[in-house]
């Protein structure tokens, strides 16, 4: 079904490049390997500085497993995902990937479509109703039941929890409950069938729909960003089977290393290896 892909990063850039300038719409699919190009790493030193406290009490090593930590109270599992919270959605990337990749999008009739959680798209200034977030959002919350299919914007209570925490605890008088229920609220992430997908979501879901039927049998490309295989399903398969269909998509993505193409779509595919970052950039000052 599929063939590794070796052709030359300059060359592909270059018809990457050309792909762009010519294109109708261009949809951005996104994973965590984009943030990741932008510096929101969940482990290493980003790590170290931001909780180096909670790896010496409870030994965990990175962001990522530390969401999932059997916190003892309430009071620590919020002052976790506060500071969590606080550095991953409303503070901006360290490198402004997401602001190249707006100026190669922003005079085109483009749709971001993302499996990432961290807001840096709107925080770029890439257009609200534009973007689907199909994975949830750290800047909202939901009931942990869930008794009701809503979801809270947690911004105010997120910088207390974060500026008032001691000890790694939280306080108790700032801890969420669902105001329907009293449970404990939770993060609105897709971990398990208790994910709420609210009205915004499903709004945001149309608007996606729309545009791709919109843009059926144009020239379009569908632009990869840092999408592993954990979820191919959302992205990555998707955008192979959107390029087989039609003859004048483009199927394109920038990666470090080896990734598979199916062969069918070989003709219309476009790999450009290196750090998606560096990459944006550079199509960015060639077009200028």
């Known amino acids: ?14 018809r990457l490049r050309q792909a762009l300038d010519g294109a109708d719409a261009v949809v951005v699919g996104a994973g ?3 943030s990741a190009s932008a510096g929101l790493t969940y482990s290493g ?3 170290e500085e931001n909780f180096g406290d909670f790896k010496e009490k409870y030994g965990i090593q ?8 059997p916190f003892p109270s309430l009071e620590e599992y919020w002052a976790w995902w506060s500071r969590h919270i606080m550095v991953n959605r409303y503070q901006h990337a360290p490198r402004p990937v997401y602001d190249a990749l707006l100026a190669l999008v922003e005079r085109k009739d483009y749709f971001v479509l993302t499996t990432n959680v961290d807001h840096q798209f709107q925080m770029a200034g890439f257009d609200k109703k534009r973007l689907f977030y199909t994975q949830g959002d750290y800047g909202l919350w939901q009931c942990s ?15 207390r929890m974060f500026s008032e925490q001691r000890d790694m ?19 609105n992430l897709r971990a398990d069938d208790t994910f709420v997908q609210d009205g915004g ?10 545009f791709l039927r919109r843009h059926e049998g144009s020239r379009t490309v569908f632009l990869e960003l840092g999408v592993g295989g954990n979820t191919p399903g959302i992205i990555k398969y998707p955008f192979w089977n959107m390029t087989a269909q039609n003859p004048a998509a483009v199927y394109a993505w920038i990666n470090n290393g080896q990734f598979f193409c199916p062969e069918k779509i070989l003709g219309q595919a476009v790999r450009v290896d290196g750090d998606i970052g560096e990459v944006l950039a550079a199509l960015g000052q060639d077009k200028r």
């Open 32 to 34: 965590a390997g984009l």
């Open 169 to 187: 605890r939280a306080p108790s008088e700032l801890i969420p409950r669902c105001p329907v229920c009293g449970r404990p609220m939770t993060m």
């Open 45 to 47: 030193k980003r790590f």
């Open 201 to 210: 979501w499903y709004q945001a879901q149309e608007r996606y729909h729309d």
């Open 62 to 69: 990175d962001m990522y497993s530390g969401g999932f930590y």
């Open 145 to 159: 039941r869930p008794c009701h299919q809503r979801t809270y914007d947690n911004e105010e209570t997120v910088r």
């Open 1 to 14: 079904m599929t063939r590794r892909s070796t052709a030359v990063s300059s060359a592909q850039a270059e």
